[in-house]
């Protein structure tokens, strides 16, 4: 058995059994509490791998890795920052969302924060908030499947061009979100979050063995030839505080990611079933994220120079490993890939069928709308993939600032308070974060401004947040 064959035998046997959970997952949806949220039924280890792994997109897989590659030491702030956004959505808001979701029973995050149909501003909040969602997770699964295309290219670079791959990769992610809903989601995402955790261990393990050992890497990288690849206040050419706050602004877009909070609004049991939760999240993200940077600064020691830096975990995997195994590991970039864009693409269609209540609200009526809007939206992502060049690294970063600055502050204020802030304000903080990261992504390009999107608009959302709580005390 060639290389190429056994790779294409082991992805096939993954995405069937993808498939088949997705099948397994329509059994199980009988109603919209089902699709959005799986009848409230998660257990830790589902709530906590599968809401990491939605957060952890080809982003972490392929541009974290690639980043390092290319950066260097600068590269190590992205453990602080993607630690510690596990910490602030386990530690401090999932205890009071899950309250708060309780006693609502709001099935969604912008039915959450826009409260009871009688309160001010209710329609403008849904309205605003799902438009919000709509268009960033549309960014967002864009560069999903632009990863995709690029896996499946650099595997068999004879034999698919990059059209073909983004509509191979993009049509599977669509089959089994069509399917299953929310069951089937949570299910493939726990699945490929362990794979991704797994493959976070063996990758970079073979790579450091490859080089030589920690000592060996330590003297390979003192001796690359590359400005600022030794500074940790570097990023390539980029310098200084703004940088290391650019990068560690990504954390606090964690709350308001709708794909990954909307697992500790469907986790069930008590205190403890959350502590357990916390454990497995964190321990994740300091195993995935260690291994994607670890195996960065190898790949610039191993390999000195490739055409496209976020290109390094496929020609990682190609290059030490046999071929059956490197289709296992192929198969986890497929997993960051789709464990985000089943889940985004779930909540786009939740926000457009739920939030906006277009039309009647019948059960079969809501499933067959969001099922329509879920085709729609990859439709549209697909071509778009197809069509631009925009970077993984960049495109992702831009829709997780704009929906994080959106939501995150309400979210978190909500939780810590345990009521929602005045609706006025609400609504004033949504704008003013998504608007705010938009604006300074066009208006200050380069690294070292990256703070002004990702942390200013955070803090003025935060400011007007605090002061709707305040004024609703």
Same mark, same amino acid.
């Given at each position: 058995? $060639?290389?190429?064959?056994?790779?294409?035998?082991?992805?096939?046997?993954?995405?069937?059994?993808?498939?088949?959970?997705?099948?397994?997952?329509?059994?199980?949806?009988?109603?919209?509490?089902?699709?959005?949220?799986?009848?409230?039924?998660?257990?830790?280890?589902?709530?906590?791998?599968?809401?990491?792994?939605?957060?952890?997109?080809?982003?972490?897989?392929?541009?974290?890795? *690639?980043?390092?590659?290319?950066?260097?030491?600068?590269?190590?702030?992205?453990?602080?920052?993607?630690?510690?956004?596990?910490?602030?959505?386990?530690?401090?808001?999932?205890? *009071?969302?899950?309250?708060?979701?309780?006693?609502? %029973?709001?099935?969604?995050?912008?039915?959450?924060?826009?409260?009871?149909?009688?309160?001010?501003?209710?329609?403008?909040?849904?309205?605003?908030?799902?438009?919000?969602?709509?268009?960033?997770?549309?960014?967002?699964?864009?560069?999903?499947?632009?990863?995709?295309?690029?896996?499946?290219?650099?595997?068999?670079?004879?034999?698919?061009?990059?059209?073909?791959?983004?509509?191979?990769?993009?049509?599977?992610?669509?089959?089994?979100?069509?399917?299953?809903?929310?069951?089937?989601?949570?299910?493939?995402?726990?699945?490929?979050?362990?794979?991704?955790?797994?493959?976070?261990?063996?990758?970079?393990?073979?790579?450091?063995?490859?080089?030589?050992?920690?000592?060996?890497?330590?003297?390979?990288?003192?001796?690359?030839?590359?400005? &600022?690849?030794? $500074?940790?206040?570097?990023?390539?050419?980029?310098?200084?505080?703004?940088?290391?706050?650019?990068? /560690?602004?990504? &954390?606090?877009?964690?709350?308001?990611?709708?794909?990954?909070?909307?697992?500790?609004?469907?986790?069930?049991? %008590?205190? &403890?079933?959350?502590?357990?939760?916390?454990?497995?999240?964190?321990?994740?993200?300091?195993?995935?994220?260690?291994? !994607?940077? /670890?195996?960065?600064?190898?790949?610039?020691?191993?390999?000195?120079?490739?055409?496209?830096?976020?290109?390094?975990?496929?020609?990682?995997?190609?290059? /030490?490993?046999?071929?059956? @195994?490197? %289709?296992?590991?192929?198969?986890?970039?497929?997993?960051?890939? !789709?464990?985000?864009?089943?889940?985004?693409?779930?909540?786009?269609?939740?926000?457009?069928?739920? $939030?906006?209540?277009?039309?009647?609200?019948?059960?079969?009526?809501?499933?067959?709308?969001?099922?329509?809007?879920?085709?729609?939206?990859?439709?549209?992502?697909?071509?778009?993939?197809?069509?631009?060049?925009?970077?993984?690294?960049?495109?992702?970063?831009?829709?997780?600032?704009?929906?994080?600055?959106?939501?995150?502050?309400? /979210?978190?204020?909500?939780?810590?308070?345990?009521?929602?802030?005045?609706? &006025?304000?609400?609504?004033?903080?949504?704008?003013?974060?998504?608007? @705010?990261?938009?604006?300074?992504?066009?208006?200050?390009?380069?690294?070292?401004?990256?703070?002004?999107?990702?942390?200013?608009?955070?803090?003025?959302? %935060?400011?007007?947040?605090?002061?709707?709580?305040?004024?609703?005390?």
């Amino acid at each position: 058995m $060639d290389r190429g064959t056994a790779i294409v035998l082991t992805l096939v046997a993954y995405k069937l059994l993808l498939l088949g959970i997705g099948w397994w997952g329509q059994r199980r949806t009988k109603n919209a509490a089902d699709y959005f949220l799986g009848g409230r039924g998660l257990g830790p280890l589902v709530a906590a791998v599968s809401a990491s792994a939605s957060s952890s997109s080809a982003w972490t897989i392929l541009s974290v890795s *690639g980043q390092a590659y290319l950066w260097g030491i600068s590269a190590l702030w992205f453990f602080p920052a993607c630690v510690g956004g596990f910490f602030l959505n386990w530690y401090v808001l999932a205890p *009071g969302l899950r309250a708060m979701t309780d006693r609502t %029973g709001a099935l969604t995050i912008t039915e959450l924060v826009a409260g009871e149909r009688t309160r001010p501003f209710h329609h403008a909040i849904r309205t605003v908030g799902s438009l919000i969602i709509v268009v960033s997770l549309g960014f967002y699964v864009c560069s999903q499947f632009q990863g995709a295309g690029k896996t499946f290219v650099h595997t068999f670079p004879d034999h698919l061009s990059l059209e073909a791959s983004i509509a191979i990769g993009g049509g599977i992610v669509v089959a089994y979100t069509l399917l299953g809903g929310f069951w089937a989601v949570s299910l493939t995402d726990t699945l490929q979050g362990l794979l991704m955790a797994l493959t976070a261990i063996v990758v970079p393990a073979a790579a450091l063995f490859q080089v030589g050992g920690p000592a060996a890497l330590l003297d390979g990288l003192e001796a690359v030839r590359v400005p &600022g690849f030794l $500074d940790p206040l570097s990023g390539g050419n980029a310098a200084g505080i703004g940088f290391v706050f650019g990068i /560690l602004g990504i &954390g606090l877009g964690y709350p308001g990611q709708a794909h990954v909070v909307n697992r500790m609004m469907a986790l069930s049991g %008590g205190p &403890g079933a959350l502590r357990s939760a916390r454990r497995i999240a964190l321990s994740w993200a300091v195993i995935v994220y260690s291994g !994607m940077i /670890l195996l960065g600064l190898c790949g610039r020691v191993l390999w000195d120079s490739l055409p496209d830096n976020e290109s390094l975990f496929i020609h990682a995997t190609n290059s /030490l490993f046999h071929p059956v @195994l490197a %289709g296992v590991m192929i198969a986890a970039v497929l997993s960051a890939i !789709m464990s985000t864009a089943d889940s985004q693409l779930l909540v786009a269609g939740a926000s457009v069928t739920h $939030d906006l209540r277009l039309g009647g609200q019948t059960r079969e009526t809501i499933l067959k709308r969001s099922r329509l809007t879920v085709l729609g939206l990859s439709a549209i992502a697909i071509i778009a993939a197809m069509e631009t060049d925009t970077s993984i690294f960049q495109r992702v970063l831009f829709a997780w600032g704009a929906v994080g600055a959106a939501f995150g502050p309400v /979210l978190v204020v909500t939780a810590l308070t345990r009521r929602l802030p005045a609706p &006025g304000w609400t609504l004033a903080s949504m704008i003013a974060g998504c608007t @705010l990261s938009v604006f300074a992504y066009y208006a200050f390009p380069g690294n070292e401004s990256k703070w002004l999107e990702r942390v200013v608009p955070y803090m003025v959302a %935060g400011v007007l947040a605090v002061a709707g709580a305040r004024k609703a005390a």
